[in-house]
């Protein structure tokens, strides 16, 4: 773990021993249930968290969907003809055709695979506008958590610590994208590298032992380079409370 990080982590506990008690006790309030899991806060914070597996998302990577399904995704979770979810289509609407990738693209043959997180300076057909799989750490949220008037406050963009709580492996990242309904626990296959977690989408995940905590209004709705979610993420983890308190509460929440 970084020393910068640590010392974030530290330093957020140290400032609240003094009118929060025990810095390392974590005060869960019930925010909302989601397919079965409870998503809380800590007492007197915003911040969300809950506990879960990860679900592998390949959704945004260039080679995450083929139409002969040799992608690293199956063709299916990308949708059907007349129904597509996670690829681009003619006139963007689910029933339209799907946007195949040119000779200049990252992965020519392959569908132009979409998140809900965009970078609208450019083209829908532009396999860059989306946030990359492969290459960049996200989380996708259920829609109960992402719904306009949502208890959650959260919105596609605000960032996330994300914990292993087996290795002891922690990531930042950002709300890129929204999962499949009654899934709570999905990310990249970047977030699920730097976590220790097998990546493959077809194959790979964890199907328990990995903490989430969400920062509602940390984002500005846009992606982000890698090395802004890392700074902003360890301040926003520091304020919380550190690391510390971020484990206790992946305790509380099992």
Known sequence: MCPSLCAVALFGAAARAEDAGNPLE???????????????????????????????????APS???????????????????AWL???????????????QGPKDPAPGF???????????????DPRRYVNSDQVEYVALPPELLEAGS???VKLGDLAAIL?????????????????????????????????????????????????LVFPKSGNGKP???????KHGERLLGEFGGLPLFTACATKAR
């Open 26 to 60: 974590c005060r869960p309030e019930k925010v909302i249930e989601v397919a079965g899991e409870t998503v809380w806060r800590h007492k007197g914070q915003e911040a969300l968290f809950f506990r879960n597996g990860l679900a592998i998302a390949a959704a945004g």
């Open 151 to 153: 208890k959650s406050g």
């Open 86 to 100: 996670r690829v681009a289509t003619v006139g963007g609407k689910p029933d339209g055709k799907p946007l195949v």
């Open 111 to 125: 569908y132009v695979s979409v998140t809900a997180l965009q970078d609208e300076s450019r083209q829908r057909k």
């Open 64 to 82: 995450a969907y083929h139409p002969e399904d040799k992608g690293l995704d199956a063709l299916a979770n990308a949708g059907k003809p007349g």
């Open 224 to 230: 982000r380079k890698a090395t802004t979610v890392q």
């Open 164 to 212: 292993n709580v087996v290795n002891g492996k922690l990531a930042f990242g950002v709300v890129a994208d929204q999962s499949e309904n009654g899934v709570i626990g999905a990310g990249s296959i970047a977030l699920a590298r730097t976590l220790g977690i097998p990546a493959e989408p077809r194959t790979g995940g964890a199907k328990a032992n990995v903490a989430y």
